[in-house]
């Protein structure tokens, strides 16, 4: 069992930037996934980024402008999201997926067990 607080969202203009945190209660670097998923109204949920031993994951829609790290000592997983566009705006999840040799492919959300609440990220135009 994990649970997932997300911190971070806000409004920004286009070309601005944001970083979302992710604190988890528990956190095993060698053995958990985290990852960053979003949705916009009328949308399907969608991921983002994540991260596994280091190794990072990402979309390609967000590639070059989102940077996920983690800090193992905080139990805290970051977002840091730059060169917003307005097609950015979404409710942004955090989730993990416990116990892995690997991190589940990103279009698998349904392999992430456990979500936050949710931070919503508004970009205007």
């Known amino acids: 069992q994990v649970q997932l607080v997300e911190s971070g969202g806000g409004s920004v203009q286009a070309g601005g930037s944001l970083t979302l945190s992710c604190v988890a209660s528990?956190?095993?670097?060698?053995?958990?996934?985290i990852g960053w998923f979003r949705q916009a109204p009328g949308k399907e949920r969608e991921g983002v980024a994540a991260?596994?031993?280091?190794?990072?994951y990402y979309d390609d829609s967000v590639k070059g402008r989102f940077t996920i790290s983690q800090d193992s000592a905080k139990n805290t997983v970051y977002l840091q999201m730059n060169s917003l566009k307005p097609e950015d705006t979404a409710m942004y999840y955090c989730?993990?997926?416990?116990?892995?040799?690997?991190?589940?492919?990103?279009?698998?959300?349904?392999?992430?067990?456990?979500w936050g609440q949710g931070a919503q990220v508004t970009v205007s135009s």
């Open positions: 991260i596994y031993r280091g190794n990072k």
């Open positions: 989730a993990a997926a416990l116990g892995r040799f690997s991190c589940p492919s990103l279009s698998r959300t349904g392999e992430f067990g456990y």
């Open positions: 528990r956190y095993t670097y060698h053995s958990d996934c």
